[in-house]
């Protein structure tokens, strides 16, 4: 399974997983480039973010292909 990075917000990575499930990675983003891949024990379910950049994040990226 793919944990593909799909973007940026408030200092943390958003990755994508292949069922469409988002988490993130706490590091600069011009660390990782967008479509590059991330190890499955470095993800961090969404849910531990504040809830104000959580709404953020599925705003911006949960829907942009639904």
Do not use: C, H, R, W
């Not at 793919?2 to 994508?16: A, K, L, M, R, V």
């Not at 469409?20 to 983003?29: I, N």
């Amino acid at each position: 399974m793919d944990n593909t990075i799909i973007g940026y917000e408030s200092d943390y990575i958003i990755i994508e997983k292949d069922d469409g499930d988002l988490f993130f990675l706490e590091a600069p983003a011009d660390l990782l480039p967008i479509g590059e891949t991330v190890a499955e024990n470095e993800l961090t379910p969404l849910n531990e973010l504040p809830i104000e950049i959580q709404m953020k994040v599925y705003q911006k990226y949960k829907f942009q292909g639904e």
